[in-house]
């Protein structure tokens, strides 16, 4: 079992960068591939990010490439995500989930891949 909590959302002016982090509970962080996700009102949940199980791949949705960056800290159970250049499209609740369903480097991007969700953090981007 994995509890996921997210944190550092807030409210940017377009332009702006801000980073969101997911702290996990349990020993084996490590062993699991971490994605990002969100969801503005009225719309459907979307895929933003992923970092494997091994931390060696990566993959972006294409509306975030250049400007989102994901990265995992096994020792502090913790994936961050980096975000620059923040326009307002951007606002939604980012939500961190998990999963050690899948294989090593692989970098699972759908919604249904993933066993562990966050409760989400609210990110407002200002134009």
């Known amino acids: 079992q994995v509890q996921l909590v997210e944190s550092g959302g807030g409210l940017v002016q377009a332009g702006g960068s801000l980073s969101v982090s997911c702290a996990a509970s349990g020993r084996t962080f490590s062993n699991y591939a971490m994605g990002w996700f969100r969801q503005a009102p009225g719309k459907e949940r979307e895929f933003v990010a992923a970092?494997?199980?091994?931390?060696?791949?990566?993959d972006y949705a294409d509306f975030v490439k250049g400007r989102f960056t994901i990265s995992k800290d096994n020792a502090k159970n913790t994936v961050y995500l980096r975000m620059n250049s923040l326009e307002p499209e951007d606002t939604a609740v980012y939500y961190c989930?998990?999963?050690?369903?899948?294989?090593?480097?692989?970098?699972?991007?759908?919604?249904?891949?993933?066993?562990?969700w966050g409760q989400g953090t609210q990110v407002t981007v200002s134009s």
């Open positions: 989930a998990a999963t050690n369903g899948v294989s090593w480097n692989r970098t699972p991007l759908l919604r249904y891949e993933y066993d562990y």
């Open positions: 970092i494997s199980r091994s931390g060696n791949s990566k």
